[in-house]
Antibody, heavy 125, light 107 residues
Framework: QLQLQESGPGLVKPSETLSLSCTVS??????????WGWIRQSPGKGLEWIGR???????YYNPSLKSRVTISVDTSKNQFSLKLSSVTAADTAVYYC?????????????????WGKGTTVTVSS | DIQMTQSPSSVSASVGDRVTITCRAS??????LAWYQQKPGKAPELLIY???SLQSGVPSRFSGSGSGTDFTLTISSLQPEDFATYFC?????????FGQGTKLEIK
């Protein structure tokens, strides 16, 4: 059974870089039919899609965060990661990693069909 | 960005009731729309994709309809485990965007 697990610091100082990893178990991250991505949720902004990556390294980011976001993949560890630079209190949120599935397989759109449990990140000095 | 607006923001209902939640997109998204259910402290779970297709394992009392800009999620006969928050999401174009959520509460 596919499982995703987020990990990383729960507290980040303002202006520093938030770094999270998502470990995938139960399937290979290199499976060609899936993308892997990040979503965050805060009381103020609701659910916000951050971006996604293919195992080859191809990425797409939300333009609202693009200047500060990097998503990378490590197929040897079956992990993908999120880095968000220059954080402020507005970046305080629960961060989820999620599998993005092309449904149907020929489509260019992906649905988030498997999610991690989420990890809370607070930006504070 | 495509704005997704759900209504109502909250609704109270009883076990056995039929409930309908609406989602409107600021521009057409064809049928590239999903519905998610989220319970407190948990991650969202995919219920419906492509506006009306039921995700594997989701009870048949859930159904979705619509295309273009107007969509609905219907729960035909509420069960105790259905009290949660529901979100719509468009995946027609980047960036993918979510509605603000509809909280379904017990009357």
């Amino acid at each position: 059974q596919l499982q995703l697990q987020e990990s990383g610091p729960g507290l980040v100082k303002p202006s520093e870089t938030l770094s999270l990893s998502c470990t995938v178990s139960g399937d290979s991250i290199s499976t060609s039919t899936y993308y892997w991505g990040w979503i965050r949720q805060s009381p103020g902004k609701g659910l916000e899609w951050i971006g996604r990556i293919y195992y080859s390294g191809s990425t797409y980011y939300n333009p609202s965060l693009k200047s500060r976001v990097t998503i990378s993949v490590d197929t040897s560890k079956n992990q993908f990661s999120l880095k968000l630079s220059s954080v402020t209190a507005a970046d305080t949120a629960v961060y989820y990693c999620a599998r993005h599935a092309n449904i149907p397989s020929w489509s260019g759109s992906q649905y988030m069909d498997v999610w991690g449990k989420g990890t809370t990140v607070t930006v504070s000095s | 960005d495509i704005q997704m607006t759900q209504s109502p923001s909250s609704v109270s209902a009883s076990v056995g009731d039929r409930v309908t939640i609406t989602c409107r997109a600021s521009q057409g998204v064809n049928s590239w729309l999903a519905w998610y259910q989220q319970k407190p402290g948990k991650a969202p779970e995919l219920l419906i994709y492509a506006a009306s297709s039921l995700q594997s394992g989701v009870p048949s009392r859930f159904s979705g309809s619509g295309s273009g800009t107007d969509f609905t999620l219907t729960i035909s006969s509420l069960q105790p485990e259905d009290f949660a928050t529901y979100f719509c999401q468009q995946v027609n174009s980047f960036p993918y965007t979510f509605g603000q959520g509809t909280k379904l509460e017990i009357k």
